[in-house]
Each structure stands twice: as C-alpha cells, then as structure tokens.
T-cell receptor, first 120, second 108 residues
Framework: EVQLVESGGGLVKPGGSLRLSCAAS????????MNWVRQAPGKGLEWVSS????????YYADSVKGRLTISRDYAKNSLYLQMNSLRAEDTAVYYC????WGSGWFFDYWGQGTLVTVSS | EIVLTQSPGTLSLSPGERATLSCRAS???????VAWYQQKPGQAPRLFIY???SRATGIPDRFSGSGSGTDFTLTISRLEPEDFAVYYC?????????FGQGTKVEIK
C-alpha cells in the first residue's frame, strides 16, 4: 500500500524557517517523481514544487522560487521541503504527492498534509 | 502560465442526477494533460481522472472525463451520496502546473 506521511509543520514567525519531511513507503521511491502542493485555509490547491525520480529536474512555482528548496533522500525514502524567509501567505496545509515518471505531472497519491502557520 | 477556470462554482443536485463540471483553460493544454481530483472536508485530494479521460485506479465508471484544447469536462452520470465534494481540475501540460479554483457539488 502506498503511504506518504508528512511531518515538520508548525507555527513559525515571518522570516523564519521550517523543514518539511515526507516519508514514503509501499512503492519504489527512486522510480517516481515527487511533489509538494499546498492549500491555504479555506482556499484551493496550489502546486509548489516538483522533483523528478532522478532529481535531474526540479521545478518551483514563482511564488516560492528562491525561498523554498525541494530535495529527496533515496536511502531514507524521503522527500523534503526546506522553507526559508517564510511569509504570512505561505500559511497552508502542505501535501506531499507522487507522480509517475513519464506519465506526466499529475498526482496519483497524496499524503494527509502538514499545517504550516506563519504568524507573529 | 495557464489559468484554469472552473464552472459553476457550486452545483446543487440530488442523488441520482447527472453532474457536468466544466474546466476552461486560458490557452491550449498540450496532449490533453488534464487531471481531475475530488476533495472532501478534512481530507487530502484524490485523483479521479488523468489524461483528460482516463479513470484512476478504483474510480467507478459513473465518472468520465472528456475534452481537448481549452475545454474539459468531468461528468458524473448518476450522483451517489459519497460523490458530494469539491472537484478540482489541474493541467500538467506546461509548467507551472496549475489548478482550477474548484467546483463544489452539494446536495440539493
């Protein structure tokens, strides 16, 4: 069974940093691309960042470029999102989601999300 | 950036009725790279349709997707109680991947 479990969310002050993690299991992690998608409270979905199965391709939304960094650890079957210079508008539930390499960047499995709140 | 506009914002229907959800793109989506997701309150989104018309694993055949270019549709042939939720379309034809604002299907 595919499982994606996010962790690392919490309350942080504007300008602060946070590192989100996503533990993957139930599939061959190195064969799949991975993504972060967020959802502000009461709002719709917003794609944040993607990383290909081999880490050769990395993409970011303009709204987070230069502040958020996606990475993955194949030995730990984990995906990460390093979040720096956080702003109030980064407040959201952050979902980790899987994509099949070669099939396109749609998201076939999602974690339950972790809430990031940026507030003073 | 491709902007996706979903309509209507809210669809009020009764169980057993047919639901037609629209997703219009600001420019043509290459290779019909459009997906549809269902989200219920407090839950993560769930993939229903990819490639505009392919059903994801375990999705019942009352759900169908269609369209090409800039106009895409999700149809639910006969609404079941568990189908009342918010539905989002997403394009993955060109970066940045973008979502529509969602259509809420509510019980009339």
């Amino acid at each position: 069974e595919v499982q994606l479990v996010e962790s690392g969310g919490g309350l942080v002050k504007p300008g602060g940093s946070l590192r989100l993690s996503c533990a993957a299991s139930g599939f061959t992690f190195s064969s799949y691309s991975m993504n972060w998608v967020r959802q502000a409270p009461g709002k719709g979905l917003e794609w944040v960042s993607s990383i290909s199965h081999s880490s050769s391709y990395i993409y970011y939304a303009d709204s987070v470029k230069g502040r958020l960094t996606i990475s993955r650890d194949y030995a730990k079957n984990s995906l990460y999102l390093q979040m720096n210079s956080l702003r109030a508008e980064d407040t959201a539930v952050y979902y980790c989601a899987r994509s099949s390499w070669g099939s396109g960047w749609f998201f076939d499995y999602w974690g339950q999300g972790t809430l990031v709140t940026v507030s003073s | 950036e491709i902007v996706l506009t979903q309509s209507p914002g809210t669809l009020s229907l009764s169980p057993g009725e047919r639901a037609t959800l629209s997703c219009r793109a600001s420019q043509s989506v290459s290779t019909s790279y459009v997906a549809w997701y269902q989200q219920k309150p407090g839950q993560a989104p769930r993939l229903f349709i990819y490639g505009a018309s392919s059903r994801a694993t375990g999705i019942p055949d009352r759900f169908s997707g269609s369209g090409s270019g800039t106009d895409f549709t999700l149809t639910i042939s006969r609404l079941e109680p568990e189908d009342f939720a918010v539905y989002y379309c997403q394009q993955y034809g060109s970066s940045p991947w973008t979502f529509g604002q969602g259509t809420k299907v509510e019980i009339k």
